[in-house]
């Protein structure tokens, strides 16, 4: 016997002992075998305990050897399903007639035609029973009832997920039902689903109070089901409570009931009660059998006593009792569950080593599934690794696939699901983890997971598809977000992935409000895309909704270059809905030369022509006059190709009609179209079977290098990307390691590959491996010259890292190199910028003006404003204003340049304002040199215009209302329209808002005009709210909205989902 603490007198035991001598006798349970586990079709099992005819086993871990004695020889559920199509009730026998069915019967059917043709049911299979059934309650009968209970223990015994909470329905739809009789038979089975299944809901009050409303005489098995089911969870004031009421009846104590005891007083840590059972057993003469053992071994487990386990299992074997592999399974996951793995998980180990000098096989599988929804994740991958189909099997995408997506599924905690996929990466069990468990997160809707699990795939190197993104998309698209819909995009662009116009057209821009198509365009510009890439799109979404007006507005408006060829598939159907609209603007696309060029961009009519033939509306013979004449109206000719074409397509009707009417569009000088058909276009790609080495990860590319060595094939590429991906990464080592190698192999890096790792280098931002590649660079190959913007940026870098001695030091040696040799000033001039940005930022204004006049006298940076504006704000860096007002009037007197005028205003405004009465005439003084600066070269009007925009900008509305009241009918609107638009497209809301403070009461301010401006921005933004202040706001001050304003407002309105307070 394993010795524990004390002899227990606790009255639980005192009532047990009266108990049984009250009784006289016990009447000893002969110990039932385990009842067979049902085969599993899942292919996750694989690997699992196998049973009978070599088939896979999966059982429930709580049916251990507790729940045999519950049975005779194996009858556990047996009674309740084995049959169950035979107890189906035919249409006849249910409705009298053959014809019609009731809902009942409906899902019931529905259950056992899964359960026949697929052989086991899932929890969302009875899940939507339940909810059918539970609008029908009146209609169940206890057969019906019997049955459902009947399904739910198959839906059990494959079910991994929990299901407690759906088996308490099932049985609140048994005993709530108007009318109905609950027997013992439906009793008996739901105590055995409570049990199977670890149910939290169960209660001895409710089950006492069932059988005394139906006048249920229960037999010994129900006692002892609802002791196991008790003692199981713990409940050990509910499990005397039931060991009393069975003295009452006089019903017999079998080894179930000593089982659910121990396993009440171990959840309650109480040894001595443990012990006192053992005693009591001892006191009347019942031996230890399976059942007690088992049950002794899961409260060790449970308290992490690992070594009393390893006893009671060599008790039980000296006794001749051997545990199931079941109870086994049922010690390790009790283990497990309640925290006692260990460290480095070596619990586990001991018990899994355990059970294999026990000779039984555990069915891991099944219990990693188990312990992964109970929150024991990294345990339950533990687990897993030891399976060894899954080595075998490591080529499969769906490897190990149940258990990532079940760990989704159970809404761990994102870090732990990327630490998990990349384990089983490193493992060599699923290259593919990463992609599974966003695939899971995609499903389930989980966004933040989903986030988290693409830039993990991002930092492995892993290609990002355009399509992982579009769930993400339209979920913000449907749900009306536009603002975290363009989250979406910008956090895209981080990720280096570029939505195409197929995203931006279907998952995109039908998210967003499209009234002001400007403004739409600013809103994507705003995220980081281009406008170019936008812009195409837009239009394209526009013509798809019908709004004509705005597409033909935003075409004209906007100077972005639009794609015609992309447009055409999309003008062609809609012309038959609007045709003179999009003959016009396919002209406004063509004459405006918005398709960049292209051999064939002429002969956008014929390519027009040839979509609308092959529309599914096609042309009409009483079309086709007006088409013509619509388009030569609008100069649009089509080539003779696409006339042939055109011609060839058509039936004989409309053949004769197009050759009566094509001298009307008929322009032999315009190209023809390329005619190259995709198979062609197809046939000329040459696909490899090997991915390309710049879409290689480090590995593949060492593998590939190494490879390439021994054929004694040339490794130049291969070497030249392997190095550059080191250097992106920082990896000097590396670096050094691979030069070293080609050395050795005799192979001479080229100047041309060292240049690019040292622009690998400065992209990292680190400076000294840059430098030391440079200098490599300048004394291996002196006559190699280095590309100026390469030399600008480490040039860049060295000024960050401090270094601008030895900045200065390479620009002077470059441009002495160089020998006068003309740059591009264009192609560089960002780079230049961001040095003088960068010596303004960390040096002193005299480093950065030596720095501007080597770049002017080397010829990579012209005077002009903006370039001039790093000088000036190099001193306001420093807060030294009259040295950027000099510096200015300098540029101006030396390049006709006057930079940062309204800039070196706001600064003086702050500084006035900003300091004490004693410093205010000198800075009021500084301010009065600044506008005679302009006023010098501008002249007064504008200078008072510059001063009104910088008291705006500074949050002064009042000094703000003196300038605008001095202007008076002076004030320029074309000037104040401009910057109005100027504020939309930054955004600045203040800047507005302090405008109509400052003009209120003004008859010679456009305040129309002013709110315009601030609902476009919080059209812009997705404000709402503000917008509908904005319309309060004109309601108060009497100011008549413009119908614009209120559509606009509307479209603002609709998009955040606020109610329209005005009809349009």
């Not at 990463?434 to 892993?462: H, N, P, S, Y």
């Not at 400007?518 to 809103?523: A, N, P, Y």
Request: aromatic share 4%; hydrophobic share 40%.
């Amino acid at each position: 016997m394993v010795m524990l603490a004390g002899a227990g007198g606790v009255a639980g035991l005192a009532r047990l002992a009266m108990f049984l001598q009250g009784q006289g006798h016990v009447r000893l349970a002969t110990l039932p075998r385990l009842c067979p586990g049902v085969p599993s079709h899942h292919p996750a099992c694989r690997g699992a305990a196998v049973g009978q005819n070599g088939k896979i086993l999966h059982r429930s871990l709580t049916r251990v050897a507790l729940c045999a004695a519950l049975t005779q020889q194996g009858r556990m559920l047996a009674p309740y399903h084995t049959d169950l199509s035979g107890n189906m009730r035919t249409f006849s026998d249910l409705n009298g007639t053959s014809t019609k069915m009731s809902q009942v019967e409906i899902s019931l059917e529905e259950l056992r035609m899964k359960l026949e043709r697929l052989g086991s049911l899932k929890l969302n299979d009875i899940n939507q029973a339940v909810k059918a059934l539970e609008q029908c309650l009146e209609e169940l009968s206890d057969a019906d009832c019997l049955q459902l209970l009947q399904f739910c223990s198959k839906m059990t015994e494959e079910e991994y997920r929990p299901c407690g909470s759906l088996i308490h329905r099932v049985w609140r739809l048994t005993t709530d039902r108007p009318n109905g009789n609950v027997n013992e038979e439906h009793l008996e089975l739901y105590l055995r689903l409570c049990l199977s299944v670890e149910s939290t809901s169960i209660s001895e009050r409710d089950i006492f109070e069932q059988l005394e409303k139906h006048s249920i005489e229960p037999s010994a098995k129900v006692f002892e089901v609802l002791m196991m089911a008790l003692g199981q969870r713990g409940h050990l004031d509910g499990a005397l409570r039931v060991l009393t009421r069975m003295k009452d009846r006089g019903v017999a104590v079998r080894e179930a009931t000593f089982a659910a005891l121990i396993l009440a007083y171990g959840a309650e840590n109480d040894w001595e009660s443990v012990e006192g059972v053992l005693d009591t057993m001892r006191s009347v003469q019942m031996s230890q059998s399976e059942v007690t053992f088992g049950a002794l071994a899961i409260v060790c487990s449970a308290q992490g006593q690992v070594l009393r386990v390893r006893q009671v299992v060599t008790q039980a074997w000296q006794r001749g009792v051997a545990l199931s592999s079941t109870q086994l399974e049922a010690v390790l996951f009790a283990l497990i569950r309640n925290g006692h793995a260990g460290d480095s998980y070596e619990n586990i180990d001991f018990v899994l080593q355990l059970v294999e000098e026990s000779g039984m096989k555990a069915d891991i599988s099944w219990l990693a599934l188990h312990l992964i929804h109970c929150g024991r994740v990294k345990e339950a991958v533990h687990l897993v690794l030891s399976l060894p189909f899954l080595r075998t099997n490591n080529h499969l995408y769906s490897n190990a696939a149940i258990y990532l997506r079940e760990i989704v599924h159970t809404r761990t905690a994102p870090s732990v699901v990327v630490d998990v996929c990349r384990r089983l990466q490193e493992e060599g069990i699923n290259q593919f983890s990463l992609q599974v468990a966003l695939e899971q997160a995609l499903r389930e809707r989980w966004e933040e997971l989903a986030w988290v699990l693409l830039r993990a795939m991002k930092d492995a190197g892993l290609p990002l598809r355009e399509h992982y993104f579009w769930p993400l998309l339209h979920l913000k698209a449907i749900a009306q977000e536009p603002v975290q819909l363009l989250e979406c995009v910008q956090l895209m662009l981080q990720l280096a992935v570029t939505p195409s116009l197929v995203t931006l057209r279907d998952h995109v821009i039908p998210g967003l409000s499209l009234s002001q198509p400007c403004l739409t365009l600013q809103m994507l510009q705003n995220t980081g895309l281009s406008a170019t890439a936008a812009a195409t799109p837009l239009l394209i979404v526009l013509v798809k909704n019908n709004m004509m007006e705005q597409a033909i507005s935003f075409v004209q408006k906007t100077k972005v270059p639009i794609s015609v060829g992309d447009t055409l598939g999309t003008l062609a159907p809609a012309w038959h809905s609007h045709p003179k609209s999009i003959i016009s603007l396919l002209a406004l696309l063509m004459h405006h030369g918005r398709e960049p060029s292209s051999k064939n961009m002429d002969d956008w009519g014929g390519q027009f022509l040839l979509s609308l033939a092959a529309t599914r509306a096609g042309l009409a013979v009483h079309l086709i006059r007006p088409l013509f004449q619509e388009l030569k109206k609008h100069g649009i000719g089509v080539s003779e190709d696409s006339a042939d074409l055109l011609v060839n397509q058509l039936n004989q009707p409309l053949q004769k009609e197009v050759k009566d009417n094509l001298s009307l569009v008929l322009q032999p000088a315009v190209e023809q179209p390329s005619q190259q058909s995709i198979s062609e276009q197809l046939n000329q790609q040459h696909y490899s079977t090997l991915p390309h080495p710049r879409n290689m990860k480090e590995s593949e590319l060492e593998g590939h290098l190494e490879e390439l060595r021994a054929k004694g094939l040339n490794t130049r590429g291969s070497l030249r990307r392997l190095l550059l991906l080191r250097a992106s990464r920082n990896d000097t080592a590396g670096v050094l390691e691979l030069m070293r190698s080609a050395c050795k192999d005799k192979q001479q890096l080229s100047a041309g590959m060292l240049s690019s790792v040292l622009m690998a280098y400065i992209n990292n931002g680190n400076a000294e491996a840059a430098m030391d590649i440079y200098s490599l660079l300048g004394t291996k190959y002196p006559s190699f010259k280095v590309d100026s913007y390469k030399v600008v940026d480490l040039c860049t870098l060295l000024i960050q890292s401090g270094r601008a001695a030895e900045a200065s030091e390479i620009l002077l040696e470059y441009f002495i190199k160089s020998d006068g040799k003309s740059v591009n000033t264009r192609q560089i001039l960002r780079n230049c910028r961001n040095l003088l940005l960068a010596s303004a930022s960390t040096s002193n204004p005299q480093e950065t003006d030596k720095l501007f006049s080597l770049l002017l006298q080397g010829g990579l940076v012209e005077a002009d404003t903006v370039t001039l504006g790093v000088l000036v704000k190099s001193r306001l860096n420093r807060g030294d204003l009259a040295g950027a007002i000099e510096t200015a009037r300098k540029m101006q007197q030396q390049y006709s340049r006057l930079p940062m005028r309204r800039e070196l205003l706001i600064h003086l405004i702050n500084h006035h304002h900003g300091n004490k009465e004693t410093e205010s005439v000198a800075s009021y003084q500084l301010l009065q040199d600044m506008m005679e600066v302009i006023a010098d070269v501008k002249g007064l009007l504008l200078a008072q215009h510059d001063l009104l925009f910088a008291y705006l900008e500074a949050g002064q509305p009042a000094e703000a209302r003196t300038v605008l009241r001095n202007l008076a009918r002076s004030l320029d609107h074309r000037q104040l329209t401009r910057q109005l638009q100027y504020y939309v497209k930054t955004e600045n809301e203040e800047a507005v808002l302090h405008l109509l403070t400052a003009s209120r009461g003004m008859p010679n301010a456009d305040r129309q005009a002013m709110y315009e401006c601030l609902l476009n921005i919080y059209h812009v933004k997705s404000e709402g709210e503000k917008g509908l202040s904005l319309w309060t706001s004109m309601q108060e001050e009497g100011l008549t909205p413009t119908p614009s304003f209120l559509t606009n407002l509307a479209a603002l309105l609709a998009v955040c989902k606020i109610k329209i307070p005005f009809q349009i």
